[in-house]
C-alpha cells in the first residue's frame, strides 16, 4: 500500500522542478489512496489514509465507504457519487469525512472506474487534505511571482543542458523571449562563440562532477556590461541527474565601481612605488631615469624626463626666463619598445631647445599642465614638419601630456608621457595623477640636485685636503689609492699622508674620522695638518698620538658633539731598516714579506699585531709604539675599513680576503693597488676608501756612515778626522769645514752633558743629513737658553750655520742634528 502512495505522489507532480530532497513542495502533499467496489465497499485501504482518518486497515476494509461520510445523508451522498462514476467514469469533489477520534476532515478526492484483469469494475480514489493542497498551491503560486519577478537571470538545463524553464528576466537580458530559449543550448543562444563554448565547458563540468561555479564575472554578449553567472545540478531523492540550474545577475555597476577601486589603488601604489624608487636616489641623472621607466608600462607606452642644463649638473636653481637658447637635457627615457622612431623622438641625453610658441615651452613658462587628445593637436605641439612629431605619429601615439616639474615655486623640467594605439587615450583623472606624480618627482629632483652640489663641494675640499701627490723618499716606494663613496653617501673623513722627516726618514700615516659629510671633511683637514705639524717635531709616534688627542674639541667642527677618528702613524728610517708604528683604533696595518723572487713573487702577507689603542677624541687613553724591523723589500700596507667591510660580513672576513689577496704574486705597487680596490665585494658598504702602500728598503750603499765614541776628549779629534775624510770620498770637499765645526760642537756639547758613548752618523741624500747622539735623556737646550759657555755657542752656531737642524729622543737617548744643502755639482744620490 505504501507503495501506491508514493506512485500516486510521483504522478501528481511532474518536471525537474518539483523533483529534489527532503524539504521540497513535494513533501506538503499527502496523498491518500482508497480502493472501492462498485458497492462502496473498501478493498484497500492505504497507510495515509489510516494516518489521514484514524481509521487502520483491519477496521475499515469490507465496510461501505458511506459511513465515514460527515453528512446528514451520507448513505445517499455516496450513492450519487457511485452512480456519477458508474455513468461518467470519475468523480472529483470536496468531502467532509468523520476521523475516528469524532472531527471532521475536509478533502478533496479524485474518483476513477477502472477495471482489473478479470473484467471486474473497481473504484480507485486518491484523497488529500484541501488545507495542505491550499498550502501547496500558495507556495506553488509564491514559487511562480519569486521565479518570474525576480530581477536575477534564472534557468533550469535538462541532463542535454537545454533550457528547460526561464524566467523573464533571463529573457530579456539575451534579448529573446522566454519560449525562444526552450529546448534550446547556450551555444545557439549567445551570439559571441568564445564565450558561449567557455560556459558549454563550465555547464559540462558542472553536469559532470556536481561542483557549483559561484559568481563567475563574465562579458554580457555585445560587450555591453558585466555578468555574475552561478551554476548548480540539480538531482532527485534518489540520486538520479536531472540537469542543472543557472542564475545570472547583472553587475555592470558593481563592475565598474570595484574597476574605480582598483584604479584608484593601482594609482595610489603607481604613486608610492615611483617615490620610493626615486625618493633614497640622491643623483640627478638615475632620479630621472627610474622616474621615466617606473611610468612604462604601467601608465604610459612612452615617457620622458627633460631638465634644465644646471639642474642636470647639481647648479642653483633656473632664475632666467626660459627661452628658445635655454638648454635642455633628455635625462630619462622610457618606452614599451625599442627603434629609430623612438630614438628620433626621445633620445637619452640629447640637448634639446623650445619655441615659446609651442605646448613644451608654455608649460615651461606658465607651469601649467597641457593635455593633447587628439591627432590634430600633435602636429600643432610645436612647429609645422618637426621630426619628433612625425616620429611620433608613426609609433601611433594618439594622447600626451606635457606635465612641469616643479620644486619651490620653480620649473626644472619637463615630464612628457604618451600613449600609443590600443590604449585608452588620457583622461583628466590621469592628468590628476600625472602632476601628483610630477610633483612628487620634481621635489625628489631638487633633493637630489641639492646633494650633488653639497657632494661636490665637499669632494672638492676633500681633495684640497689630501695630498695629489707623495714624496719618494729615497730606500722607498710609494703608491696610493683614494676612492669616495659612491653616490648614495656623504663624502667621508678618510685621509692619508706620507711626510717627509729628518735624517732621511719618512713618516706614513692613514685615518678615518668618523661620520660623513663637510663636517667630517673639514675635521679630517684640520686632523691631517696637526699632525704634519707634529711630525715636523720629530718625536715617537705613540707621542704624536698622544699630543694630537691632547688637542681634544679645538679639532671638532662643534665643541658640543665631540669628534673621533682612528689613525695609524708609522716612521721608517732607511739607514737602518726600522719602522716604529703607533695606531689609535685603526685596523691593523698588513706586513706583505718578500720571497726569495724580486718583486711580489713568493710573498706572503700578515696583519701586525700591536696595541690596538682607543680612537682619537677619547680621554684618559695611553698609545704605545711598536718597533720592529724590516727586511728590504717589505711592503706595509695601510688602508681604511671601506675597503674591507661589507653588509652582513664580520671584519675579519674582510681582513682575511685582503691579506689572500696581497699574498699573490703581484708585479707592481700601482698594479696592487688596482686589484685590491676590484676586489672590493661588490655589497660593501659605499664608504671612502683610502688606501697606502710602500716598499721599505735601504739607502744605496756607500751613502751612509756612522762612527761611536767613548766619552773621552779624544772623540773630538777622531770625530773630526773621519768626517773630513768621508767628505772627501763623497767629493764633498766645500762642505767639510762648516761640517767638521758642527760636528766638533756638538761632539764637545755631548762630552760636557753625557757620560756614555757618544754615536755620529752622516746620511748623504738630497742633503748632508748629520746626527750627533749620546745617552742624555733630555737635550740640553734650556741650558743653552741659560748659558753662555762653550756648549750655548755650539749649538747657536748648528742654528746659524745650517739650512734645518733640531733633537729627536730615542730609546737610547737623544739625538741633535742638522742638515746642509748639497754644493753645486755636489755628488748626492
Request: hydrophobic letters at 40%; a negative charge; charged letters at 25%.
Amino acid at each position: 500500500m505504501s507503495s501506491s502512495d508514493e506512485a500516486v505522489g510521483a504522478q501528481g507532480h511532474g518536471g525537474p522542478q518539483a523533483a529534489g530532497a527532503p524539504g521540497t513542495l513535494l513533501d506538503t502533499l499527502r496523498v491518500a489512496v482508497v480502493m472501492l467496489d462498485t458497492s462502496g465497499r473498501v478493498l484497500l485501504w492505504s497507510p495515509l489514509a489510516e494516518e489521514m482518518l484514524g481509521w487502520a486497515g483491519e477496521h475499515i476494509v469490507g465496510r461501505r465507504v458511506g459511513g465515514f461520510f460527515d453528512l446528514g445523508d451520507a448513505a445517499g451522498s455516496a450513492e450519487r457519487i457511485l452512480a456519477e462514476l458508474l455513468r461518467t467514469g470519475r468523480w472529483d469533489g470536496i468531502l467532509s469525512l468523520r476521523h475516528r477520534d469524532g472531527h471532521s476532515v475536509q478533502v478533496e478526492a479524485r474518483a476513477s472506474m477502472l477495471v482489473d484483469g478479470d473484467g471486474r469494475p473497481f473504484v480507485l480514489a486518491s484523497v488529500a487534505e484541501t488545507s495542505r493542497l491550499r498550502t501547496l498551491e500558495h507556495d506553488l503560486a509564491a514559487l511562480d511571482a519569486l521565479y518570474d519577478s525576480s530581477p536575477l537571470g534564472v534557468a533550469v538545463f535538462d541532463t542535454e543542458l537545454r533550457y528547460v524553464r526561464v524566467n523573464e528576466a533571463l529573457a530579456r537580458m539575451n534579448g529573446l523571449s522566454a519560449a525562444e530559449h526552450i529546448g534550446r543550448t547556450v551555444g545557439e543562444i549567445v551570439d559571441d562563440p568564445q564565450a558561449a563554448a567557455e560556459l558549454s565547458t563550465l555547464q559540462r563540468a558542472v553536469l559532470a562532477t556536481g561542483r557549483p561555479v559561484i559568481d563567475l564575472i563574465m562579458l554580457a554578449p555585445r560587450g555591453l556590461g558585466h555578468r555574475s553567472i552561478s551554476y548548480h545540478r540539480l538531482v532527485d531523492r534518489a540520486g538520479s541527474v536531472l540537469g542543472i540550474s543557472a542564475t545570472v545577475m547583472d553587475v555592470t555597476e558593481r563592475k565598474e565601481a570595484a574597476d574605480k577601486v582598483e584604479r584608484a589603488r593601482s594609482r595610489l601604489a603607481l604613486l608610492n612605488d615611483v617615490g620610493g624608487r626615486i625618493g633614497g636616489l640622491l643623483d640627478v641623472r638615475r632620479c630621472a631615469e627610474e622616474l621615466a621607466r617606473a611610468l612604462v608600462p604601467r601608465f604610459s607606452d612612452y615617457s620622458g624626463v627633460i631638465l634644465h642644463g644646471a639642474v642636470a649638473d647639481g647648479g642653483e636653481l633656473p632664475t632666467v626666463q626660459y627661452s628658445e637658447s635655454t638648454p635642455m637635457r633628455q635625462l630619462g627615457v622610457g618606452a614599451i619598445r625599442q627603434g629609430p622612431e623612438v630614438d628620433r623622438m626621445i633620445k637619452l641625453g640629447s640637448v634639446i631647445t623650445f619655441n615659446r610658441r609651442s605646448i613644451f615651452g608654455a608649460v615651461l613658462t606658465t607651469g601649467q599642465p597641457q593635455l593633447v587628445e587628439n591627432d590634430q593637436q600633435l602636429l600643432e605641439t610645436t612647429f609645422p614638419g618637426d621630426p619628433k612629431v612625425r616620429a611620433t605619429m608613426e609609433l601611433g601615439i594618439h594622447s600626451l601630456l606635457v606635465l612641469p616639474l616643479r620644486a619651490r615655486g620653480v620649473v626644472l623640467g619637463l615630464l612628457v608621457v604618451s600613449r600609443a594605439d590600443g590604449r585608452d587615450p588620457f583622461d583628466r583623472d590621469d592628468l590628476a595623477l600625472a602632476m601628483e606624480l610630477a610633483d612628487r618627482a620634481g621635489a625628489g629632483l631638487d633633493n637630489a640636485r641639492l646633494y650633488v652640489r653639497e657632494r661636490e663641494g665637499a669632494l672638492m675640499l676633500q681633495r684640497s685636503l689630501l695630498p695629489q701627490s707623495v714624496p719618494q723618499p729615497q730606500g722607498v716606494e710609494v703608491a696610493f689609492r683614494y676612492v669616495p663613496g659612491s653616490s648614495g653617501t656623504e663624502v667621508g673623513g678618510d685621509w692619508f699622508d706620507v711626510i717627509p722627516l729628518a735624517g732621511g726618514r719618512v713618516a706614513f700615516v692613514i685615518g678615518d674620522v668618523m661620520g660623513h659629510g663637510l663636517g667630517a671633511a673639514a675635521t679630517m683637514g684640520r686632523l691631517r695638518t696637526a699632525v704634519r705639524t707634529l711630525a715636523g717635531l720629530d718625536m715617537p709616534p705613540h707621542e704624536l698620538l698622544r699630543r694630537v688627542n691632547d688637542l681634544g674639541d679645538d679639532l671638532a667642527q662643534d665643541q658640543d658633539e665631540g669628534w673621533m677618528a682612528t689613525v695609524v702613524y708609522a716612521v721608517y728610517d732607511p739607514a737602518t731598516r726600522r719602522c716604529t708604528l703607533a695606531k689609535a683604533g685603526h685596523l691593523p696595518p698588513v706586513l706583505v714579506h718578500p720571497g726569495e723572487a724580486s718583486g711580489f713573487a713568493g710573498c706572503g702577507a700578515s696583519l701586525l699585531e700591536m696595541p690596538s689603542g682607543a680612537p682619537l677624541g677619547v680621554e684618559g687613553v695611553e698609545f704605545e709604539s711598536v718597533e720592529l724591523d724590516v727586511p728590504d723589500g717589505t711592503v706595509l700596507v695601510l688602508y681604511t675599513d671601506g675597503l674591507v667591510e661589507a653588509r652582513g660580513e664580520d671584519i675579519t672576513d674582510g681582513l682575511d680576503r685582503l691579506s689572500a689577496m696581497l699574498s699573490r704574486p703581484l708585479s707592481s705597487l700601482e698594479d696592487a693597488c688596482d686589484d685590491l680596490l676590484a676586489t672590493m665585494v661588490p655589497g660593501r658598504e659605499p664608504d671612502d676608501v683610502a688606501l697606502l702602500m710602500a716598499r721599505l728598503g735601504g739607502l744605496p750603499e756607500g751613502s751612509t756612515a756612522s762612527w761611536t765614541y767613548p766619552a773621552e776628549p779624544s772623540a773630538v779629534r777622531r770625530a773630526r778626522h773621519n768626517v773630513r775624510e768621508t767628505l772627501a770620498e763623497w767629493h764633498l770637499e766645500p762642505l767639510t769645514d762648516v761640517t767638521v765645526l758642527l760636528v766638533s760642537e756638538l761632539v764637545t756639547n755631548s762630552l760636557r752633558y753625557a757620560h756614555g758613548p757618544i754615536g755620529v752618523r752622516m746620511v748623504r741624500g738630497g742633503s748632508l743629513l748629520v746626527e750627533v747622539s749620546d745617552p742624555l735623556p733630555d737635550p740640553p737646550l734650556e741650558r743653552v737658553a741659560t748659558s753662555e759657555d762653550e756648549g750655548g755657542r755650539g749649538l747657536q752656531l748648528v742654528a746659524r750655520a745650517s739650512r734645518r737642524w733640531g733633537t729627536r729622543h730615542g730609546r737610547l737617548g737623544k739625538t741633535v742634528w742638522f742638515e746642509l744643502a748639497m754644493p753645486p755639482g755636489g755628488s748626492g744620490i
